[in-house]
């Protein structure tokens, strides 16, 4: 356990060795599996995963929204100069929609149906801060307006089925913004909603976050939400982190060859490619029954060159292969390399 | 397949409308959803039409009503050479051979209660084919056509993945050699490593058998992957159609344009210095849609003709249609948002 | 809102016309013969003959049930021709000529006891049902939460009239902790009144509290589960707010069902008035069945019927006021 530095040299978030267990019928799911990680104070960092992959039991772990009942939580997460995992439940929830805020996936079901938009808005406010109706009220149609939303005197009274998608994400938005929180965790936000929407949203929270020096986690399955507003990138398979990067690192010289698979796999809108896409072969693991030694290992088509079993049986750790870049791969560091640099030319040299 | 060119669909200004009740004691119609509101495609045997939009731009109903799945309003549609568009459904039985569908929803579009095996050998069944060597043998030939364990034609669906239970779909859909497969998002559901094998299925599946995909669809890269032409919809209108890497390199219309700006690129420097646009508000209202050009209210290069007079879908150049009085090649520098 | 209630009580009305034709047609197929009945110890036929048509029950069907109809509105007079004519005020229900009253008269004295009987249940057991519901739903698995459920299984397994009969017999006979129950008005005799009223209010609660004990458990466990639970927490509210918050989300079902639950009661609790000598709506029911006194019948079913109509239109408009994606 490291002990934090002085605030100006260490990262705004850091979350070490953090885990989730659910003891099931069928033994202990590790969910979440020894993720580390950090954030600077006002960047974004997003967290890509498929089905499986433990992402947002990640960021609900961070914001001690898991159930301790049901969910072994071990590990550290340092918010500035506090750590998370160590204090109670209550301590955690004030911190909660106070220090660090959170918005998910579906802002349809996000809301409560049977309450007004703007009450659910004060509700937000009144939770941490005692400051008066009025007061409360002004603070919410100010924060509506903020986020972008027309005539917010009005839908201050409106409820959410009377909303499109993307103005309910925007309430959602000004939701967690409402108090000033230092951390913004965001569960894939724009999945549910149309691309032109979603160029609105990321927009939105974007400028917020510059305007407030607000740290963004991204949490995400789309590679080009990635590129386009993420700082640094983690990627994660089977409840573990198998890579870390910065973006353009990522995207130029990745190494892991699930993020090499994503990579050259995905289809694209700005590039001609092959009929037949060249597809990670098989399926995203289940939790339940995570292979042995490398979580990725069945599907990778590199583990021969590894030899041996090594990659079935031995868990490959987090290294670092190049300042800020961690990659988690039983592979020589000049193979990964190589390999990489053949996709990467592949995909530049496709026509546009 | 070498053979000629064979229009296996043709639609010719279709229309499908909802009707809106009031409610009063006495219920009456009061205006109508037009959910799609005069669209009119081909599509030849053996090729791929995409079919993007955002939600309400009419392109699922447009695909359910090409099927006869849902009343079309008015129009035609010409499957085949043959008019199934008020066929009675009796007569649209044995159409049924020729024309098939898979969903979006891997988990709801399989009755749970069958067997994956009973689920496939369905359309045998109901058509009354009789494959040589049985039904079971043609299952299980299915079976392992799209990339499923032909022992497993005893499970039931919930011992299958999304994309597995999404193959279980495309067996069925083929299972009579169709002559055009209406996909509606079929692979929005399933996880991005699973997408691009599911791809690639359909992809083979139309080498051998020559199937004609309408492929619906609102994921812009997807589309560009399995589409040969594309067709871009909005409030029920085609607003723009033309081949693949024409639609994609050299769209016309300033919705297309917007659509394409705002589809993020997994490429960090291109991405952060793209020109983008950004549409501003929401959909209109597709029971009260706007006078002229439906998309006028969020244009930015709509003038007064627009509110006045509807664009017709006319040919720019051979096979490119736009739907626009004042198409644009490249957005306007006072329009972009992020340099 | 209005249009939809006007076709609602149009509806309503409709409803109730065809239950009394039903009842009333039905009745006329019984081989029971309510001029014999009333006829007295000697009957000779000419009596018997003078009897019906004392009773207009000599006209045609049809006609019998028009002035019955009309006298709902305007009232009517019995036996016009005799020399005691029975004046029936509007409303009109009939009138019992095996007990000499008039129908309104008797259901009006059987009303107030069911409708004590009734509410006083249902406070119980929906402040019970309820909160061992929310309770089970937060201790999910755990041992209270199996505690609740098995309690609910039992409750729900034990027929009223057993488990009231056992309760007579512990608690009055062998205990001596109560006195037999005899129904006074609460406004006479409150001490008595509730004496009486305290055992069969805990059977009838039982059964039903058994029920809303796992619908409210179901319903919170659901509605904890929702996206928008999941939302408040992360917004910091603490646990009494997400509670209030994940009831108020699966309140409908529960709401609507008990309005009709109430509303069924209303008509009379026969096996728990019975078993205890309340001289309520059931009771009168057992004892007009068992008389084929068809006015009575007649009389209950409409009132009853009454009930759950309004209960059924007020339960759905309640529904609208809880969640306001429902337009009426």
Redesign the interface.
């Known amino acids: 356990m490291a002990l934090p530095r002085a605030s100006a040299d260490r990262p705004f978030l850091s979350v070490s060795d953090l885990s989730v267990r659910f003891p099931t019928e069928d033994g202990l799911v590790y969910a979440v599996d020894g993720v580390t990680l950090s954030v600077d104070r006002g960047k974004t960092l997003a967290i890509v995963g498929e089905s499986g992959s433990g992402k947002s039991v990640t960021a609900q772990a961070i914001m001690g929204l898991l159930d301790r009942r049901y969910a072994q939580v071990s590990g550290e997460v340092w918010l500035d100069d506090e750590e998370l995992i160590s204090q109670t439940e209550e301590q955690v929830r004030h911190l909660r929609g106070s220090r660090m805020g959170m918005i998910f996936q579906d802002p349809m079901s996000s809301l409560h149906p049977f309450y007004r938009v703007g009450d659910q808005l004060v509700e937000a406010i009144n939770a941490h801060r005692s400051i008066g109706k009025t007061a409360a009220r002004r603070e919410v149609v100010e924060m509506l307006g903020r986020v972008g939303i027309q005539a917010p005197e009005r839908r201050f009274d409106d409820y959410p089925h009377q909303l499109s998608g993307g103005m309910r994400q925007r309430v959602m938005i000004g939701m967690a913004l409402i108090n000033s929180p230092a951390l913004l965790i965001a569960d894939e936000p724009t999945t549910a909603l149309d691309v032109t929407i979603q160029a609105q949203i990321l927009d939105l929270i974007s400028s917020l976050q510059a305007e407030t020096g607000t740290t963004v986690i991204l949490i995400t399955h789309d590679l080009g939400i990635v590129a386009d507003v993420a700082d640094e990138v983690g990627v994660m398979y089977g409840g573990r982190l198998v890579e870390v990067a910065p973006t353009g690192r990522l995207y130029e010289r990745p190494e892991m060859p699930y993020t090499l698979g994503l990579l050259s796999s995905v289809p694209r809108m700005d590039r001609e490619r092959p009929d037949r896409l060249d597809p990670i072969p098989g399926n995203p693991p289940s939790p339940i029954n995570l292979p042995a030694g490398c979580v990725f290992q069945p599907r990778c088509t590199y583990s021969q060159i590894v030899g041996g079993d090594t990659c079935a049986t031995v868990r490959p750790e987090l290294t670092e292969t190049e300042p800020g870049h961690f990659v988690r791969c039983h592979l020589p560091v000049t193979e990964r390399r190589r390999i990489a640099a053949d996709i990467v030319r592949e995909l530049a040299g496709s026509p546009r | 397949m070498t053979t000629e060119p064979h229009e296996i669909l043709r639609v010719t200004d279709l229309r499908t409308y909802f009707p809106v009740r009031s409610?009063?004691?006495i219920q009456r119609v009061v205006g109508q959803v037009k959910a799609v509101d005069g669209i009119s495609l081909t599509l030849d045997a053996g090729e791929t039409l995409g079919l993007v939009g955002?939600?309400g731009c009419g392109k699922s109903t447009a695909a359910r009503s090409i099927l006869r799945l849902v009343k079309p309003t008015g129009g035609t549609i010409e499957l085949d050479g043959q008019d199934i568009t008020t066929l009675s459904r009796s007569a649209l039985v044995p159409i049924r051979r020729k024309a098939q569908m898979i969903f979006q929803d891997p988990y709801n579009a399989l009755n749970p209660r069958h067997t994956v095996g009973s689920i496939i050998s369905a359309p045998f069944t109901v058509q009354g084919v009789k494959p040589p060597g049985g039904v079971r043998a043609a299952v299980q030939d299915l079976m392992g056509r799209v990339g499923l364990n032909p022992e497993h034609y005893n499970r039931y669906p919930n011992e299958f993945?999304?994309?597995?239970r999404q193959r279980i779909g495309i067996a069925r859909a083929i299972a009579l050699r169709p002559k055009l497969i209406v996909c509606d998002e079929p692979v929005s559901a399933l996880?991005?490593?699973?997408?691009?094998?599911v791809?690639?299925l359909l992809?083979?599946l139309q080498q051998e058998f020559g199937v004609a995909y309408l492929f619906v669809a609102?994921?812009?890269?997807?589309v560009?992957?399995?589409s040969n032409r594309v067709a871009v919809m909005y409030l029920g209108h085609v607003v723009e159609m033309a081949p693949r890497?024409v639609m994609?390199?050299s769209p016309r219309h300033p919705y297309t344009h917007?659509?394409?700006s705002?589809?993020?690129?997994?490429?960090?420097?291109?991405?952060?210095t793209r020109r983008?646009i950004?549409?501003e508000g929401?959909?209109p209202s597709p029971i009260n849609p706007p006078t002229g050009c439906v998309f006028r209210t969020r244009c930015f290069a709509a003038q007064e003709r627009c509110s006045v007079e509807a664009p017709p879908l006319i040919e720019l150049e051979p096979g490119h249609m736009v739907a626009c009085h004042f198409p644009v090649t490249e957005i306007p520098a006072s329009v972009a948002?992020r340099a | 809102m209005a249009a939809y209630i006007v076709r609602r009580v149009g509806i309503g009305i409709g409803l109730l016309v065809l239950l009394s034709v039903t009842v009333f047609f039905l009745f006329s197929i019984l081989p029971s013969d309510p001029a014999r009945l009333t006829c007295g110890k000697i009957c000779t036929p000419a009596l018997l003959e003078a009897n019906r048509a004392r009773l207009g029950l000599d006209k045609p069907i049809v006609e019998q049930y028009v002035t019955f109809a009309a006298g709902i509105f305007a009232g009517r007079v019995f036996a016009p021709d005799s020399p005691e004519p029975i004046v029936c005020n509007a409303p009109c229900l009939g009138y019992s000529f095996s007990r000499h009253e008039q129908v309104t008269s008797l259901i009006s004295r059987s009303l107030p006891v069911t409708i004590w009987l009734a509410i006083g249940a249902f406070i119980i057991w929906m402040v019970v049902g309820i909160l061992a519901g929310i309770y089970a739903a937060l201790r999910r698995g755990r041992w209270q939460d199996r505690v609740v459920l098995g309690v609910s299984m039992v409750g729900y397994s034990l027929p009223a009239f057993f488990f009231g009969l056992v309760v007579i017999f512990f608690v009055i006979i062998k205990l001596h902790l109560l006195p037999f129950p005899s129904y006074v008005s609460p406004f006479e005799d409150p001490v008595r009144f509730l004496q009486t009223m305290i055992l069969p209010w805990m059977v009838l609660a039982i059964l039903n509290a058994a029920f809303y004990m796992r619908l409210t458990r179901n319903q919170m466990l659901e509605a904890l589960g929702e996206d928008f639970i999941r939302t408040a927490r992360a917004k910091g509210l603490p646990d009494r707010v997400v509670i209030r918050h994940a009831l108020r989300a699966g309140l409908t079902p529960i709401v609507t069902v008990a309005g009709l639950d109430l509303a069924v009661l209303l008509g009379g609790a026969i096996i728990t008035e019975s078993i205890f000598s309340l001289p309520g709506m059931g009771s009168l029911t057992v004892a007009s069945v068992n008389d084929s006194d068809l006015p009575v019948i007649t009389g209950i079913t409409l009132v009853a019927a009454t009930f759950i109509i309004l209960a059924n239109l007020f339960v759905d408009l309640l529904y609208a006021v809880i969640d306001p994606r429902v337009r009426l």
């Open positions: 409610r009063g004691i955002e939600s993945s999304g994309g597995q996880d991005v490593s699973i997408q691009a094998q791809l690639n992809r083979d609102h994921d812009l890269a997807v560009r992957q399995i890497k994609y390199t917007s659509l394409l705002a589809v993020p690129i997994p490429d960090p420097q291109r991405q952060r983008r950004l549409l929401d959909l948002t």
